[in-house]
């Protein structure tokens, strides 16, 4: 069998769920994809620079900075504003210069994964289901994780989705893991989607400082 050796740079991304197109993007790259948003990127570059002093902890093992230990980005805007590439770009950036572990995901497909694994019977494919829960499991646990498209997932009268949400989002901020959030839903779009204890919860684990504007398609292609 003749086999060829991965890339070695394509193969360090292997396993992070980031798109190939995204895989390793810098916010250099981001900037001059333009047009680009100057106090946002800024923002970005600011929060990758001064992750390590967020994380940090003294000889208790307790955050030096409780205030924002664990704290992730939000970055809201509409469609085609460049949301995702300036979030994976931060992603790409935290696992390249602080040797962390992330992992991105659709929050949609977080969701089929979470639903699929509890209808999962008896005679379900034992690789798919394993292919499953490491992603769930990666979702959960990462060091760093970027939810995409959060408030486009389906939603059912039980309230699943929600639910789901908030147990992912207070459990990692718990541990001090950051979560990285982008989402499409504006002011009162967010107000319908999400319960206002929810909505609290999300300003306390992320900076909603990060807002993208103009339709920048280039950045999405």
Request: hydrophobic fraction near 35%; charge should be neutral.
């Amino acid at each position: 069998m003749i086999t060829r050796p991965m890339d070695p740079e394509r193969a360090r991304w292997v396993g992070t769920g980031i798109p190939p197109r995204l895989r390793g993007l810098t916010l250099n790259d981001v900037e001059e994809m333009g047009p680009s948003h100057p106090e946002t990127l800024a923002k970005a570059r600011a929060y990758v620079e001064q992750f390590r002093g967020q994380q940090d902890k003294n000889w208790k093992g307790l955050p030096t900075n409780p205030n924002i230990f664990g704290q992730g980005l939000m970055f809201a805007g509409p469609p085609n504003t460049g949301k995702t590439t300036l979030a994976a770009a931060v992603l790409c950036e935290l696992r390249r210069r602080w040797n962390v572990s992330v992992y991105y995901t659709r929050f949609p497909a977080h969701m089929d994964r979470k639903i699929t694994l509890l209808k999962a019977g008896g005679d379900a494919n034992p690789e798919e289901v394993s292919r499953l829960t490491y992603s769930v499991e990666r979702v959960e646990w990462a060091d760093v994780v970027l939810l995409d498209d959060v408030g486009q997932e389906h939603t059912t009268s039980t309230g699943y989705a929600e639910d789901t949400l908030s147990e992912l989002l207070r459990q990692r901020h718990d541990e001090g893991l950051p979560t990285l959030i982008t989402t499409n839903l504006g002011g009162s779009e967010w107000a319908q989607r999400y319960s206002k204890p929810l909505r609290s919860f999300m300003d306390r684990c992320t900076r909603r400082q990060i807002f993208v504007g103009e339709v920048t398609r280039r950045a999405e292609v």
